[in-house]
């Protein structure tokens, strides 16, 4: 089983490479309106600043749609109907008092006449029975739905040669009027949260997207539950990720490149929408554009993985070979655990043992098959955890060479992961959208299961009929702590101390894809270790797990998950013999 299991994985792997990555464009936003905003603080004339000292850095422009409600807040329009006007007439409202008008009447009144045409060339575009009386159109349209209208509004600029990325409010409900300015190929991205109705019509969002060839753009940090509802439905469509510095405010520049470096190669990022930062000066912003630009979208520009697709046929027919492969290697999994536990002295009925392993592997095949995603992020992860220990104790019982071991070790977890890399590889997860669950347990499961191969039954009762010692209170203590605190900074989300951060930085820049520190410090050397002492074999499933939960990063390209995994495997045995080497010093020590 486990030839087969590296034999599939190298199949997968290569073709992920080679036909499935694929180098794609990338880019790299301003957002018109908040540059204007940003530079009128600085320049009597931003507009014209914007176009000739900024907009040239960058080959896509964000536009913010406005409805006619802010647009009144602002000043450049008037909206009323027909109660508001009887109750409270203006004065362009005047000459239309004594018409009669039906009840489901809007009123709009602009004094420029440029803005007047472009709201009239969206009103005639939706269908909408209006006319026009000196610079008041009056629109035969609910004014719920009239006042909600985006339009927009920029004199003598040119976007030529730019992609567009059209940052609609997501609390409208009609999109036809997007059909007035968007392009073929033109990006459309949602402000806010899917509200107002929208979770009901995401298949009609979705049609409208690909009949007019749009792109559906989502910012790569959000709250599911608020900001992007519903986004996981429109990625099967055309989509793009964003990376926003806004994320990066506190940073220095240095720190902002790495950070999107990251955010293109390893989080499968295509576009970076720039942010104007507060605490720089307008110079100082331009300079970190200009750095921006020559790092990412001119030295660099040819190396940059991007969309992925998974349309090859032999990547479909794999998928069913693979997931029937992982539920029988599984169940055979546990049953070798069985064995395993069985010798230690555990009294576990083998029918039920056995039966719980079938369930986990059919609950594996009904989860796919079925499309049950969580059965099918369960089953796989618990299933996954009885496969490591399974490897782990079938290599470590072998008479080989310790670094022959290890780094069998490490290739059939690599292999594993990679098997259920394809097993989640769709669209939802390659861009982020949906995360695989329940990797805390898959980074904890293992752990324990090793537990009572390594101890037998005996030594445990004995250790719990032991009068317990202030030292044993405080290593459980200790041990306890370490778990929460291994478990809060692993998996999709942790947290980071200021000086790893650092330390990641410089990591990032030298080795291209860091290697997690648990892993090489802790994990890989443990995995040598535990040939001197069986006490190190539960911390060597911090590395097997990891590996594991690298190739999990589904919106990763697998490239950099083999490259993470490679440092660490080197730098674990760099780890090993820099500890064996001080712990020899230390025991000549006492011996002398």
């Known amino acids: 089983m486990r030839i087969a299991l590296v034999f599939l994985a190298l199949i997968y792997i290569f073709i992920r490479i080679i036909f499935v990555d694929r180098y794609?464009?990338?880019y790299f936003i301003i957002d018109y309106f908040e540059a204007v905003d940003f530079v009128s603080s600085f320049n009597y004339n931003p507009?014209?600043?914007?176009?000739?000292?900024?907009?040239?850095?960058?080959?896509?422009?964000?536009?913010k749609l406005k409805s006619l409600n802010e647009l009144k807040s602002e000043g450049k329009v008037d909206v009323g109907d027909l109660k508001s006007l009887e109750t409270n007439p203006k004065f362009w409202a005047l000459p239309l008092i004594n018409q009669d008008f039906s009840d489901n009447v809007s009123f709009v009144y602009c004094p420029n006449e440029i803005y007047l045409n472009k709201i009239e060339e969206v009103v005639k575009a939706l269908k909408l029975k209006y006319q026009r009386i000196g610079n008041v159109l009056v629109v035969y349209a609910d004014s719920n739905y009239f006042f909600n209208l985006q339009v927009f509004f920029?004199?003598?600029?040119?976007?030529k040669d730019k992609k567009i990325f059209w940052r609609v409010s997501s609390y409208v409900y009609d999109l036809d009027y997007l059909k007035v300015y968007c392009k073929e190929g033109d990006f459309v991205f949602f402000v806010g949260p899917f509200v107002a109705g929208y979770p009901d019509y995401l298949d009609e969002i979705k049609k409208f997207l690909k009949d007019n060839n749009l792109y559906f753009a989502f910012p790569e940090f959000y709250d599911a539950k608020n900001v992007q509802l519903g986004s996981s439905k429109l990625v099967d469509f055309n989509s793009v990720k964003i990376f926003s510095t806004a994320v990066l405010r506190n940073k220095d520049i240095k720190q902002v490149i790495n950070s999107i470096d990251l955010a293109i190669n390893e989080r499968n990022c295509r576009a970076v929408m720039f942010r104007f930062f507060d605490r720089y000066s307008l110079k100082e912003n331009i300079e970190a554009i200009k750095d921006i630009y020559d790092v990412y979208m001119n030295k660099n520009s040819n190396f940059n993985k991007g969309n992925v697709s998974r349309n090859l046929v032999i990547l479909n027919i794999l998928d069913v070979i693979f997931v029937l492969f992982l539920s029988v290697f599984v169940f055979l999994s546990y049953s070798y655990y069985y064995d395993l536990i069985s010798n230690n002295g555990y009294s576990v009925n083998g029918f039920w043992f056995a039966l719980l392993g079938l369930v986990n592997s059919f609950s594996i095949l009904l989860g796919k098959f079925v499309g049950i995603d969580l059965v099918f992020n369960l089953a796989v992860v618990i299933g996954s955890s009885f496969v490591l220990v399974s490897i782990f104790f079938k290599v470590f019982d072998s008479s080989k060479n310790m670094y022959v071991k290890y780094f069998e070790i490490i290739l059939y977890s690599v292999s594993l992961g990679a098997i259920l890399n394809l097993l989640f590889f769709e669209n939802s997860y390659v861009l982020a959208v949906e995360k695989v669950r329940f990797i805390k347990l898959l980074l904890l499961l293992p752990i324990v299961l090793s537990v009572?191969?390594?101890?037998?039954?005996?030594?445990?009762?004995?250790?719990?009929?032991?009068?317990?010692?202030?030292?044993?209170?405080?290593?459980?203590?200790?041990?306890?702590?370490?778990?929460?605190?291994y478990l809060l900074r692993s998996g999709n989300s942790g947290f980071v101390l200021p000086l790893e951060d650092k330390i990641r930085v410089l990591l990032d820049k030298i080795l291209v894809a860091r290697p997690r520190f648990k892993e090489f410090i802790i994990g890989n050397p443990s995995i040598l270790f535990s040939n001197y002492s069986k006490y190190f074999i539960p911390l060597s499933f911090i590395s097997m797990a990891g590996i594991v939960d690298s190739f999990l990063h589904i919106h990763t390209p697998?490239?950099?998950?083999?490259?993470?995994?490679?440092?660490?495997?080197?730098?674990?045995?760099?780890?090993?013999?820099?500890?064996?080497?001080?712990?020899k010093v230390e025991l000549d020590k006492k011996d002398k």
Do not use: H
Request: a positive charge; charged letters at 10%.
């Open 452 to 485: 009572f191969c390594v101890f037998s039954y005996n030594q445990i009762v004995l250790f719990f009929y032991r009068r317990i010692r202030v030292m044993d209170l405080a290593l459980f203590l200790f041990i306890l702590g370490s778990i929460g605190f």
């Open 558 to 583: 697998i490239f950099y998950s083999l490259l993470r995994t490679f440092w660490g495997a080197l730098l674990g045995i760099l780890v090993f013999i820099l500890i064996a080497k001080l712990w």
């Open 47 to 63: 507009s014209s600043f914007v176009q000739k000292n900024i907009l040239p850095y960058f080959n896509s422009v964000a536009i």
């Open 24 to 26: 794609e464009g990338r």
């Open 154 to 159: 920029v004199e003598n600029v040119n976007f």
